[in-house]
């Protein structure tokens, strides 16, 4: 698509944005009605699309990609007439009877850029959350899952008018030229590489961005917590989870030595459970995306210590659950998001062993402990992370009332629920200060006795109303 192209539709839902009340609380549950009715009749469409892509079973693709799209609209219409309402209040009393009023109003023209690994809700999850705020927005799905990106295209182009919602299709290039337009707002899910160049050519007509980014979110596993059992079985759900191919995903595994047999064995046992002996011919376990990173994630396995799995079939690109034990410290494995069913496992013998080996890959979009409260407090002060999950995996991203989002590497921003609704609006005050009330001390000549009552004016309203 040509550059010009991709300014004219911009401009088109500029011209639509500026002529009609978007801010109205109808326009915005219009939409939203819009958007879960598009999902509600063409489920099967969207499944079949998961399945083409990434090989994921109707039950995965319901849960991870239709069912929080349900629950976030849902929640967002409910909440969006308590949200518009102005805050409203006095100004200091030096500026007498002045009120103010604080409005949530649209940002105006809306870029999202959304991966390949959950194409459909990292797409319309931030879509409900721009419509909310009453802004008008351009998609560019990931070229990568093609069939999503067909059917994401498809759907909008049936529901919504393309001055309110447009698709535009196309590879890097595209993105280059996107990036570059003066949207009002460019939120980006994807890898900190690409959020950079994002970031970098939205900088040329400063344009503030959301980056959604990744990171090698660790699990710790203290020597004193006992019902492993439990902690396999949720690692494992969460790390195989879309074959790995998740920003949350357990990353790797630091557990006291102490631990690791029995440790070892309930995730395997929770593997088996799950997947079976064999995954390869488990018609419910995903594949990978495409042969790029299928050979990126067969390379990380020579050389290392395979504790289980390493197993994989070329052809269809599946890999199956593989654990790596103590990798090097220089591995990939050690210091590249895995982004695939690897799982590293390193152990530790002393605290400062464990503080050691994560202090390698700092600032992940999570934190994962299996252990005590109070260490998950001393790690919030220390290791800064985009969440903290205290004896489980992943779960806090289903919760419209929970924010998502990273830190530095990991991220610029949050959303979900409210959070949705604070990073695609713009709060801006009207102040009104009456004409007939005037202070004559903020107008110059300062004479020094104007200036020393002034002062003590000043400091007793402080004392009195601050």
Not at 33 to 38: A, E, I, S, V, W
Not at 76 to 91: C, M, N, V
Not at 196 to 219: Q, Y
Request: positive net charge.
């Amino acid at each position: 698509m040509q550059p010009q192209h991709l300014r004219e539709i911009l401009e088109k839902q500029r011209e639509y944005f500026l002529s009609y009340d978007t801010s109205s609380l109808k326009w915005r549950l219009q939409q939203l009605d819009r958007l879960h009715r598009m999902v509600k009749e063409n489920e099967s469409l969207i499944e079949d699309a998961l399945y083409s892509d990434l090989r994921k079973s109707r039950a995965e693709a319901w849960m991870t990609e239709i069912g929080p799209l349900y629950d976030e609209i849902i929640y967002l219409k409910k909440r969006l007439p308590y949200w518009l309402k102005p805050e409203r209040g006095f100004l200091s009393p030096l500026f007498f009877l002045s009120t103010y009023s604080i409005k949530p109003l649209p940002r105006g023209q809306v870029l999202i850029l959304s991966p390949w690994n959950y194409p459909f809700n990292l797409t319309f999850i931030p879509l409900a959350g721009a419509l909310a705020s009453g802004n008008t927005v351009i998609i560019k799905p990931s070229e990568v899952s093609e069939s999503s990106s067909r059917v994401i295209k498809d759907l909008v182009q049936r529901y919504f008018p393309e001055e309110i919602v447009t698709v535009v299709e196309g590879d890097a290039k595209v993105a280059e030229h996107l990036t570059r337009l003066p949207f009002d707002l460019i939120f980006f899910t994807g890898s900190p590489a690409v959020g950079r160049f994002v970031m970098r050519n939205a900088s040329h007509h400063l344009v503030p961005v959301v980056l959604e980014l990744g990171g090698k979110s660790p699990v710790l596993i203290e020597k004193e917590f006992s019902n492993l059992r439990v902690a396999g079985k949720r690692i494992a759900w969460g790390k195989w989870l879309n074959a790995g191919q998740t920003c949350l995903a357990p990353d790797y595994v630091v557990v006291h030595k102490s631990l690791l047999e029995p440790f070892l064995e309930s995730i395997i046992q929770a593997i088996r459970t799950m997947w079976g002996e064999n995954p390869l011919i488990n018609q419910d376990y995903p594949r990978i995306i495409n042969q790029r990173h299928f050979e990126r994630l067969t390379n990380y396995l020579q050389g290392v210590d395979i504790v289980f799995g390493g197993k994989f079939n070329s052809q269809e690109l599946l890999i199956e659950p593989t654990i790596v034990l103590n990798p090097p410290a220089n591995h990939p494995l050690a210091r590249e998001e895995i982004f695939g069913p690897i799982l590293p496992v390193f152990t530790y013998e002393t605290n400062q062993q464990a503080w050691d080996i994560l202090k390698r890959n700092p600032y992940p979009l999570a934190f994962y402990l299996f252990g005590k409260k109070k260490t998950l407090l001393h790690i919030e002060k220390k290791f800064p992370a985009g969440a903290y999950v205290l004896n489980d995996v992943v779960i806090h991203v289903a919760d419209s009332n929970v924010p998502f989002g990273g830190v530095r590497t990991s991220g610029i921003g949050r959303y979900h629920g409210k959070f949705s609704f604070m990073t695609f609006s713009r709060f801006a005050p009207t102040v009104n200060h009456s004409p007939y009330t005037d202070i004559p001390f903020r107008y110059p000549p300062y004479s020094s006795q104007k200036f020393s009552l002034a002062k003590r004016l000043w400091n007793l309203m402080r004392r009195l109303f601050i």
